[in-house]
């Protein structure tokens, strides 16, 4: 079972830029496809973007699309999330999480990190 562990989170002001990591302990991390969700207070978990094995193919949430960035660095078994133009409604905690197949839902992820805090103020 692969272990995640996310990171990069923090309080920015609206408009700023973040990026998040997790890292990733698994031989074969290059077969997982990655994924990024978020939940914020209140709000039930939704997905953000993800990326395949070969970062061949990547998806974006319609609220995310043009601002964040998912890549991934096979070699360091590391995949991260690149936000730019941070809103206040993108304050949640967001979680990387791992898939044996291509999926935008969450219930075909079958490892999940602790999470880490993005909050961006206005």
């Known amino acids: 079972q692969v272990q995640l562990v996310e990171s990069g989170g923090g309080l920015v002001q609206a408009g700023g830029s973040l990026r998040l990591s997790c890292a990733a302990s698994?031989?074969?991390?290059?077969?997982?496809?990655m994924g990024w969700f978020r939940q914020a207070p209140g709000k039930e978990r939704e997905f953000v973007a993800a990326i395949s094995g070969s970062a061949r193919d990547r998806s974006y949430a319609d609220s995310v699309k043009g601002r964040f960035a998912i890549s991934r660095d096979n070699a360091k078994n590391t995949v991260y999330l690149q936000m730019n133009s941070l809103k206040p409604e993108d304050t949640a905690v967001y979680y990387c999480?791992?898939?044996?197949?291509?999926?935008?839902?969450?219930?075909?992820?079958?490892?999940w990190g602790q999470g880490t805090q993005v909050t961006v103020s206005s």
């Open positions: 999480a791992a898939s044996l197949a291509w999926s935008l839902l969450a219930a075909r992820y079958i490892n």
């Open positions: 698994e031989r074969t991390f290059n077969s997982y496809t």
